[in-house]
């Protein structure tokens, strides 16, 4: 599995399209952060089942990084944010290449690019 994350329109979909191919947004081996929203599990357990699932059924994981700006003030929204990352950890252990997407440009942090 190959995990691409980054902050919000940092090309992660054009890197993936451009190093995958252009259908491979929607070809369904390709989740996109946007459409998880699954953060609201209770616990550690229930975060690495669902890390496990989503690198089973998916070839590539397009994920968007969250601790960055501004805390917010709401608790619910802040544990979302926390298990985002935590989720973002599992994923890249697990994942056998792991790209940062930074102003359109790919840095390999693990595996080969």
Known sequence: ???II???FSG??????????PDV?????TLNHAETKAYDAASKEELTQLAETLCSSYDIILFTETGGGVVPMDAGERFRREQAGRLACLLA???DTVIRMCCGLPMVLKGTN
Do not use: N
């Not at 992660?12 to 191919?21: I, K, T, V």
């Not at 947004?25 to 081996?29: C, D, E, F, I």
């Open 12 to 21: 992660q979909e054009e890197y993936a399209a451009e190093r995958f191919g």
């Open 25 to 29: 947004l929607a070809s369904g081996r």
């Open 93 to 95: 252990e697990q994942a």
């Open 6 to 8: 980054g902050p919000l």
């Open 1 to 3: 599995m190959t995990l």
